[in-house]
């Protein structure tokens, strides 16, 4: 009897175990999927991305910021369709209204994470556009988000960093270990984490002194709620997914020991700011450009430092082929989204601060500049080729499909428990016999 009870608790035990392995394995990814069901719920019906509330027209960064999302999550983005428009049809649009060095860096990155051409996107070499910019120290732009995003640009097209710019960002690092909007400027969290997703992606190895003294300030700007902020004292959940990107862009675990602060890490910070929607709150009370800021968590939350994927061709003749970076030069980038660098140039910054189009110096936007706090946005009747594409990226979420794991558990319940039942009866037997 004793014998049968533990091959009994085995038989139960065995696929609790398997099933929480596996969650374990996953728990990095937890809202990944729910986020990308709320950015494809918010496709406008000329197949960009835009804010809730703001008409059904699409956005110019938000859909940028949209598509690298879509792309770290395991989205092919050129399959996600609202009246037979894709985001990057609408993108290819928007090139008139492209000016500044951030503009082509940010559609640069969303362009290659898509895995389509850099050099021949809506009739322009984005490149090209993005080299333009290149001073003669090789500082591409003047600020420092231009920089970094231009050597994340570079990385994204599959291109080698030029020297000059890795120089020029490593003497942009203030001495407390962060980087400012520009040279000589205050550390915040957001410029730092930037720099060294950049850094990373140039070649820069993890025990750099560079990077360690960037790890130490971000360890000394964590919140006790384990999240970062940009500007005021509270934590937002852009600048802790930017953070939570740079932890794993050098190979650490943003949701293990070395980074809880009061019990709490970046990661279950990030969490707790994520609605029944789907969507993230920028900050506790706070829901300013939610599919934007969302966009980000998603990329941190997938395991994706920028740029997500780089770029390159598989033939001559300019077919391409998304290839997402090794640990090693962590080619993740974004775009410079528009904030926290060059004046003039914000829309919005990294973090969906502010409206597209408000400008910011130095990433500050002006209170009334702020949109209202909105609802869910869903579009409920936006379904088709949207629900698949996130049905593909449920299915998708850690690598491992959720009927596959089914399928071993049952297979884990069933083996023993068919050996137990087939004794069964003998043992019976014997026990009538010996009556």
Same mark, same amino acid.
């Given at each position: ?30 809202? @990944? ?60 649009? *928007?090139?008139?209204?492209? $000016? ?18 850099? $050099?021949?996107?809506? #009739? ?6 993005? *080299? ?8 591409? #732009? ?28 490593? #003497? ?49 700007? *964590? ?16 600048? @802790? ?33 994520? #609605? ?147 004794? $069964? ?11």
């Amino acid at each position: 009897m004793a014998c049968r009870w533990k091959i009994v608790t085995a038989t139960l035990v065995a696929p609790l175990l398997l099933l929480a392995v596996w969650g374990a394995g996953n728990d990095a990814r937890a809202g @990944t999927s729910e986020g990308i069901s709320y950015i494809l719920s918010n496709q406008a019906a000329d197949g960009g991305f835009r804010e809730p509330g703001r008409g059904d027209t699409g956005q110019d960064a938000t859909t940028a910021w949209c598509i690298m999302a879509l792309a770290a999550a395991g989205v092919d983005v050129r399959g996600v369709s609202k009246n037979g428009k894709s985001p990057l049809d609408f993108l290819a649009t *928007q090139s008139g209204n492209w $000016r500044s060095v951030t503009d082509y860096q940010r559609t640069l990155l969303a362009v290659a994470a898509a895995g389509e051409d850099p $050099r021949s996107f809506a #009739g322009m070499d984005l490149v090209a556009r993005v *080299q333009s910019f290149q001073g003669a120290a090789g500082n591409i #732009g003047d600020a420092v988000n231009s920089n970094a995003f231009g050597i994340l640009a570079y990385r994204a097209a599959g291109m080698a960093v030029p020297a000059g710019a890795v120089q020029w960002h490593r #003497g942009a690092q203030n001495p407390d270990g962060g980087w400012g909007n520009s040279p000589g400027a205050a550390s915040n969290p957001d410029m730092t984490a930037a720099s060294i997703m950049a850094l990373r992606a140039a070649g820069v190895d993890a025990g750099d002194p560079a990077i360690t003294s960037a790890l130490s300030h971000l360890h000394a700007v *964590q919140n006790q709620d384990g999240g970062f902020s940009f500007q005021s004292g509270a934590s937002d959940s852009a600048a @802790t997914s930017w953070c939570v990107q740079a932890i794993i862009a050098v190979g650490q675990d943003p949701g293990g020991s070395a980074w809880s602060k009061g019990g709490n890490t970046p990661l279950s910070f990030l969490r707790s700011m994520q #609605g029944a929607d789907g969507s993230f709150s920028w900050m506790r009370g706070r829901d300013m450009n939610p599919v934007w800021t969302t966009s980000y968590a998603v990329c941190a939350l997938a395991g994706k430092p920028f740029p997500v994927a780089a770029f390159r061709p598989s033939s001559p003749s300019g077919g391409g082929e998304q290839s997402a970076p090794g640990n090693g030069g962590r080619s993740n980038a974004d775009s410079a989204g528009g904030g926290r660098g060059e004046a003039g140039e914000a829309a919005a910054g990294e973090e969906g601060r502010a409206g597209e189009g408000a400008e910011a110096a130095e990433g500050t936007v002006p209170e009334e500049e702020l949109p209202a706090e909105e609802g869910s946005g869903g579009g409920e009747g936006e379904k088709g080729e949207v629900e698949a594409a996130g049905r593909k990226a449920e299915e998708e979420k850690g690598g491992v499909p959720v009927l596959l794991l089914a399928a071993a558990a049952a297979v884990a319940l069933l083996v023993p428990l068919s050996w137990w039942l087939s004794r $069964r009866r003998p043992w019976r037997n014997r026990k009538e016999d010996a009556a």
